[in-house]
Nanobody, 124 residues
Framework: QVQLVESGGGLVQDGGSLSLSCAVS????????MGWFRQAPEKERELIAA????????HYDDSVKGRFAITRDGAKGAVYLQMNNLKPEDTAMYFCAADMYGTSWTNPRMYNYWGQGTQVTVSS
């Protein structure tokens, strides 16, 4: 059974930091591109960061470049998202997802497995 379990969300003030984790089990972790998405109320789910199978290549949405960093640990089967200088517009539910083929990192439909999400709220 494949499981992706996010943790680390919470309430933080404008300019603060949070570190999200996603524990992955039930699949060959090293064979999957991993992504972090977010979805705010009444908005579409959007990719904010993704990382290649080996961890050598990353992709960020322009809105988070320079503030967020995605990493992965193959030994632990985990992917992380360090979020710094958070802004109220970063408020959303954050999801991690696994993509077996890596053909279109930004397209949520291409991801095979999803976690349940963790809420991030940034107060002004």
């Amino acid at each position: 059974q494949v499981q992706l379990v996010e943790s680390g969300g919470g309430l933080v003030q404008d300019g603060g930091s949070l570190s999200l984790s996603c524990a992955v089990s039930g699949l060959n972790f090293g064979k999957y591109v991993m992504g972090w998405f977010r979805q705010a109320p009444e908005k579409e789910r959007e990719l904010i960061a993704a990382i290649s199978w080996s961890g050598s290549t990353t992709h960020y949405d322009d809105s988070v470049k320079g503030r967020f960093a995605i990493t992965r640990d193959g030994a632990k089967g985990a992917v992380y998202l360090q979020m710094n200088n958070l802004k109220p517009e970063d408020t959303a539910m954050y999801f991690c997802a696994a993509d077996m083929y890596g053909t279109s990192w930004t397209n949520p439909r291409m991801y095979n497995y999803w976690g349940q999400g963790t809420q991030v709220t940034v107060s002004s």
